[in-house]
């Protein structure tokens, strides 16, 4: 599972290349609900239109949504932006578009784990706490 899709260009060449390899690829949209500049990602009110988009393409198959939050010492800071993607996930979810199951929501890393599993997060990225600084 590809979990960073974030642009159109992008779907477009995942779903080229999953066509010439003859599979459907599962994908997550990360959404970057901390509007940061320095991150890739959809903001949170881009994103339906963009899911819409890729929804059309016959390779790919959005099982969710992933967001990495703000960087932050005080992991409760992320908790704003882990509720308004599991929002947006639970209202997509509800929508039944084709080619999409809100199945996954990636949320949190080592420092913001708890917080995202405590608002719906069902994958966490914790790297760090497994391998140690990098």
């Known amino acids: 599972m590809i979990e960073t899709l974030d642009s159109v260009e992008l779907a477009k060449e995942i779903n080229k290349r999953a066509s010439s390899a003859g599979i ?28 819409l988009q890729v929804a059309d393409m016959e390779n790919l198959e959005i099982k969710g949504l992933m967001t ?10 992320a ?10 996930f639970d209202r997509l ?3 039944n578009i084709k080619n999409t199951e809100m199945k996954y929501l990636s949320m949190g890393m080592t420092g913001t784990y708890m917080v995202a599993i405590e608002e719906g997060a069902n994958i966490v990225r914790i790297g760090t706490k497994i391998f140690g600084p990098r």
């Not at 690829?25 to 320095?38: A, C, D, K, T």
């Not at 990495?68 to 800071?77: A, C, R």
């Open 24 to 51: 459907v690829m599962p994908v997550l949209i990360e959404i970057n609900s901390g509007r940061e500049p320095q991150k890739f990602g959809v903001f949170p009110e881009h994103a339906e239109d963009f899911i």
């Open 68 to 77: 990495m939050g703000p960087f932050t010492e005080d992991s409760e800071q």
């Open 79 to 88: 908790r704003p932006y882990f509720k308004t993607t599991k929002e947006l």
């Open 93 to 95: 979810k509800r929508q």
